[in-house]
C-alpha cells in the first residue's frame, strides 16, 4: 500500500465503506487504512479486484471484504452485523455505494422496474446501513460529550439541483440530503454525527459509459439543470452538506472554473480524502503527498496571497511590533439593532497573548488578559471574566489576523484552499480557507488589489447544544502609521446579525507596552485611589 502521512491516529477505530471495492470508495479504503483505522467494505461481483484491495490494505486481520448487494434495508442491516462480527464495533460509515442508469430515462417513459431498482440501491439499503450503524453506535462506551461515531452519506450535485432524464438517481440522492440533515438534529446530543458531500462529474467506472467521448460530455453539459456548472469527468468539485463538526470549504463556483479532467479537478482520491476527514476529526494531507499537481498549485497559491497580506499589514514590522495602542469607540448591537451600548477604549496590546483595555472617558473600568485568562477590575477590586465570555475573547483571538501569520502559517499539517473571488462589501477579494491539523478553520477574504484583509471568519460548535456557530469581523478604512497599514473600522458578526462596531482615532506603535499594564493588583490599586 502507498505509504502516505496521515496526521491523526485512528488506531482502534473501525469504519465500513460501502461500494468500496473501487473508485471513490477503493480511495476511502486506502485511506482509513493508511490513519489505521481497521476496515469492512461491500464488493457486488468484482471478487478479486475486491480481494486484492483487502490484500494491499493489509489481510483480513485489518482489512475485510464483503460480498453483498445492497439492494434492501435487509441487506444494509447485515453488512453492518457482519462488520461488528468481524472487528467488534463501528466508528465510522461512509455510504458510499449507488447506481446511476446511464441510459436516458424521460420520466413519461421510465419503466417502472428502474424507479424501483434504484430507490433500492440508492435509498432503502441506506435506511439499513444507518440504522443497524447507529443502533451500534449508540451501544458504544463513551464519556459525556465524547463522539460515538461518524457517518457520512454520499449524495451528489444531481441531488442538489436534478437532472434531466435522470429524475430517478436525482431524487434518490436528494433524500440522502434530507436525511442527512434530519439526522444530524436527531443524533448529535447523542454523539453520532452526520454529514453529506454532494461530489459532480467524477471520473469512475460508474461514470465512464457518460464520460467515454465528446458527444457523452456535451450531452451531460446540455441535460444539467445549471447548464456548465456541473461538468464531468472529475472537473467538478465536490460540495459539502456539513451540518457537524467540520472545517468550511469553500468551493470554487462558476463554468470558468469548471473543467475536464485534464485541465485539473476533483481526483477520485481528493473526494475519498473529504469523506474521511469529515467522519474523523480532520485527515489531511499534504498536496504533495496526494500527487494532485492541482492540489498543490492550489496550496502554493493560497500561501502566495497570505505572504502578500503579511506585506500588505506591513511585513516585518507588523509581525515584530513588540506593542501597540489602539484609541476609540466601541457600539454594541443585538441582532443588528443598536443596544445603545457606546464607550471609548483604550487598548494596549502585546502580541501573542497580553491585552489591557481602560473603557469610559475617565477609564474606570479595565480588562485585563494574558495568556487564558483575563480580569475585570473597577474600584470595587478585580473579579475573573466569566468562562463564557472568557471563551469567546479566546476564540476570537485565536482566528485572528494575527494569529493566521504567528500561529496558523506554521502549523506543518495545514491544508490550504481558494475559494475563488467574490464581493465583499465594496471589494472584489479572494477567498482562502485555513484547514489545521486538528480540523479547525479560518477563512480569510483579502482584498484583491491591496491584499490586506477585508473579512475573517470561522465555524464553531457550541459543546453544549451542539449548534453551530459562524463568526465574522469586516475591516475597512486603512490607515498606514510607521509602515504598519491598521483598520480604522471593524464590524463583528454573529451568525450573520452585527454584534459589534469599533470606530479607531488613532493608534499608536511603539515599543513594548510597560510589564506593569498587566499587573493585575497594580490596575486594582490604581482605581482605588
Not at 431498482?117 to 439499513?128: E, P
Not at 486603512?478 to 446579525?497: A, M, Q, V, W
Request: glycine letters at 10%; hydrophobic letters at 40%; a neutral charge.
Amino acid at each position: 500500500m502507498q505509504s502516505t502521512t496521515v496526521p491523526i491516529a485512528l488506531d482502534g477505530k473501525v469504519a465500513l465503506v460501502t461500494g468500496g471495492s473501487r473508485g471513490i470508495g477503493a480511495a476511502a479504503v486506502r485511506l482509513f487504512r493508511q490513519a489505521g483505522a481497521r476496515v469492512a467494505f461491500n464488493y457486488r461481483s468484482a471478487r478479486e479486484r475486491a480481494e486484492a484491495l483487502a490484500t494491499e490494505c493489509g489481510g483480513g486481520a485489518v482489512c475485510r471484504a464483503f460480498a453483498k448487494e445492497l439492494d434492501s434495508a435487509t441487506a444494509g442491516r447485515a453488512l453492518v452485523e457482519e462488520t461488528i462480527a468481524a472487528f467488534g464495533r463501528i466508528d465510522c460509515l461512509v455510504v458510499n455505494h449507488g447506481i446511476w442508469p446511464p441510459d436516458d430515462a424521460p420520466i413519461a417513459t421510465m419503466d417502472g422496474q428502474q424507479w424501483r431498482r434504484t430507490m433500492d440501491v440508492n435509498l432503502d439499503s441506506v435506511f439499513g446501513l444507518v440504522q443497524a450503524a447507529v443502533g451500534a453506535m449508540q451501544q458504544q462506551a463513551a464519556s459525556k460529550g465524547e463522539v460515538r461515531g461518524h457517518i457520512v452519506l454520499v449524495s451528489s450535485t444531481a441531488g442538489q439541483r436534478g437532472e434531466a432524464f435522470h429524475a430517478d438517481y436525482a431524487v434518490s440522492k436528494g433524500a440522502l440530503i434530507s436525511l442527512t440533515k434530519s439526522l444530524s438534529s436527531e443524533l448529535a446530543p447523542q454523539g453520532v454525527y452526520v454529514n453529506c458531500v454532494a461530489p459532480g462529474w467524477v471520473d469512475t467506472e460508474m461514470a465512464a459509459p457518460a464520460l467515454a467521448t465528446e458527444a457523452g460530455r456535451a450531452k451531460i453539459l446540455r441535460h444539467d439543470s445549471v447548464g456548465a456548472s456541473r461538468t464531468g469527468g472529475g472537473g467538478c468539485r465536490a460540495y459539502p452538506v456539513p451540518v457537524h463538526p467540520m472545517g468550511r470549504i469553500y468551493q470554487r463556483r462558476g463554468a470558468e472554473r469548471e473543467r475536464w479532467r485534464g485541465a485539473g479537478g476533483m481526483t477520485i482520491r481528493r473526494v475519498g480524502l473529504l469523506f474521511v476527514w469529515m467522519l474523523c476529526g480532520g485527515v489531511i494531507l499534504s498536496a504533495q503527498a496526494t500527487g494532485d499537481a492541482t492540489a498543490n498549485a492550489e496550496q502554493q497559491k493560497v500561501k502566495t496571497l497570505l505572504q502578500q497580506m503579511i506585506q500588505a499589514l506591513g511585513g516585518d514590522a507588523w509581525l515584530n511590533a513588540p506593542g501597540y495602542e489602539l484609541v476609540g469607540r466601541t457600539s454594541g448591537f443585538y441582532q443588528s439593532r443598536p443596544t445603545g451600548a457606546i464607550a471609548d477604549f483604550f487598548d494596549y496590546r502585546q502580541p501573542p497573548d497580553k491585552e489591557r483595555v481602560e473603557l469610559g472617558k475617565k477609564r474606570q473600568v479595565y480588562e485585563i488578559y494574558i495568556g487564558d485568562q483575563g480580569w475585570e477590575i473597577t474600584y470595587r477590586g478585580k473579579r475573573a471574566i466569566p468562562k463564557i465570555e472568557m471563551d469567546d475573547y479566546l476564540r476570537r483571538r485565536d482566528h485572528s489576523v494575527d494569529a493566521a501569520a504567528r500561529v496558523w502559517m506554521k502549523d506543518p499539517g495545514a491544508l490550504y484552499l481558494y475559494g475563488g473571488q467574490e464581493q465583499v462589501e465594496r471589494h472584489l477579494a479572494d477567498k482562502i480557507t485555513i484547514l489545521s491539523s486538528t480540523n479547525d478553520n479560518l477563512t480569510l477574504d483579502l482584498d484583491a488589489n491591496s491584499h490586506l484583509p477585508v473579512r475573517r471568519s470561522f465555524e464553531w460548535r457550541d459543546p453544549l447544544y451542539k449548534d453551530k456557530n459562524i463568526e465574522g469581523e469586516e475591516y475597512d478604512d486603512y490607515h498606514k502609521f510607521n509602515g504598519i497599514s491598521t483598520p480604522f473600522s471593524t464590524t463583528r458578526y454573529h451568525n450573520g446579525d452585527m454584534t459589534n462596531q469599533r470606530f479607531l482615532y488613532n493608534v499608536t506603535y511603539g515599543g513594548a507596552i510597560p510589564p506593569d499594564m498587566f499587573d493585575v493588583d497594580a490596575a486594582v490599586r490604581k482605581l482605588k485611589k
